[in-house]
């Protein structure tokens, strides 16, 4: 396989633009965010459960072959130390720097649904927010609980792959002979039946239970998941005969994908907020919500594979390296943009494309200038020197496979 895994690159940049299209259409619709639209609805809901069950296995799938990349060029130290290096900076500047106005804005948008009465038992809610948010004193609760701060937000991802890494590192020498042990397993349809069968068996006995929290010290079903997916992307990252199978399957797969979405919104059509489906076919849902997602990363891969390998250009090149900058900045922008042009009551018409646009300039903006400066270019998650030619941009560790 060549060095370059420009269908790689291209997956994680679509993967992570689905997400950041996905959060501003969190600001439209009736599950619970951090801050809502007055016109949120059900409307798009369907359209949003498309990618939901697939899009952060995949990137978590992504980021393993990714590491398999690094860890074939450099000791396991070294390893450890470039992905450390590059993480934990913009992981410290979300959580002290660009995700505090998410939580300013919740608190703001939870007072002002309060009836004016009790808003007014809270004057000094807001007072020295910085603070109080920096040193966890902040006492913001309701019925539903406690806003916990200092908080990471949507950067729980940045945290879990680091840990993900910490604790592949003493693995590397087993991983390395997983393929050829197990290709057996994934080979033919079982490429289909085997992850699938693993996935909702961790959706059918753990998720009943834990939930998906994003809070790393209890989250132990997307803990099992997802670093269940990370391992496998590590040992099948330079395994030709799996990404042929996908390709072969691609079809198949999408066709099973489409079929499932079709079935999940159905059932949670027929089954609103506060209606309770039979046990049986909860079973079965969770099963076939697995389905969704597996078969969706194969066929991602698979097109992926078939027709974006040999994709290369300015643009990929430049992508690649934006586009984790991007997924940085990017809720905070949907959250304080959302939040003020609510407040202007325009038509939904002229608001949703203004706060898309917002966003795409917001995160634009965010990187050029932080690329542009050297001292920045750590903290969103650059190399600390910028590259003097566009062919010998170095890996991106979040995800990017070379």
């Given amino acids: 396989m060549t060095d370059r895994r420009h269908d790689l690159d291209w997956l994680r940049i679509i993967a992570f633009g689905l997400l950041i299209l996905y959060h501003c259409g969190m600001f439209y619709v009736t599950w619970d965010w951090h801050v809502k639209s007055r016109a949120a609805s059900d409307v798009i809901e369907p359209l949003m459960v498309l990618t939901n069950p697939w899009r952060l296995t995949l990137l978590f799938l992504i980021s393993g072959a990714a590491t398999r990349f690094m860890a074939d060029k450099m000791s396991a130290w070294k390893l450890t130390g470039s992905r450390m290096g590059r993480l934990w900076p913009p992981l410290l500047l979300a959580v002290f720097v660009t995700v505090p106005p998410q939580s300013y804005y919740e608190i703001v948008e939870a007072l002002q649904a309060l009836p004016a009465h ?62 050829k042990a197990a290709s057996v397993l994934i080979s033919g349809p079982l490429l289909i039946l085997t992850p699938w069968l693993i996935m909702a068996a961790l959706r059918v006995t753990l998720f009943p239970t ?26 099948i990252a330079k395994n030709q005969a799996f990404f042929d199978q996908c390709v072969k399957l691609r079809w198949v797969a999408l066709a099973i994908a489409l079929g499932s979405w079709a079935a999940i919104v159905t059932y949670y059509g027929s089954y ?102 050297p001292i920045l270019r750590v903290w969103i998650g650059l190399p600390s020197k910028m590259p003097h030619r566009a062919a010998s941009l170095p890996a991106v560790v979040i995800g990017e496979a070379r």
């Fill in 118 to 179: 009790l808003a007014a038992q809270y004057p000094l809610a807001l007072d020295n927010f910085y603070v109080k948010y920096a040193t966890a004193s902040g006492n913001w609760c309701d019925d539903d609980g406690c806003l916990t701060t200092p908080t990471y937000n949507h950067m729980w991802f940045v945290a879990y792959l680091i840990f993900y890494t910490l604790a592949l590192v003493p693995l590397l020498p087993l991983l390395r002979r997983v393929p």
């Fill in 210 to 235: 834990f939930g998906e929290s994003h809070d790393f010290r209890e989250d132990w079903y997307l803990h099992a998941l997802y670093f269940g997916v990370f391992l496998f992307g590590f040992a």
């Fill in 272 to 373: 609103p907020d506060g209606v309770t489906p039979p046990d049986w076919l909860r079973f079965v849902m969770r099963c076939v919500h697995e389905l969704d997602a597996w078969c969706a990363i194969i066929a991602a891969l698979g097109f992926a594979h078939r027709y974006l390998k040999n994709a290369d250009g300015p643009i990929r090149r430049m992508l690649t390296q934006a586009i984790f900058p991007f997924y940085l900045i990017h809720q905070t922008i949907i959250v304080v943009a959302g939040h003020h042009l609510d407040e202007l009551e325009l038509p939904l018409w002229i608001e949703a494309p203004l706060l898309v646009g917002a966003t795409a300039l917001g995160c634009w903006l965010f990187y050029d200038l932080g690329r542009r400066v």
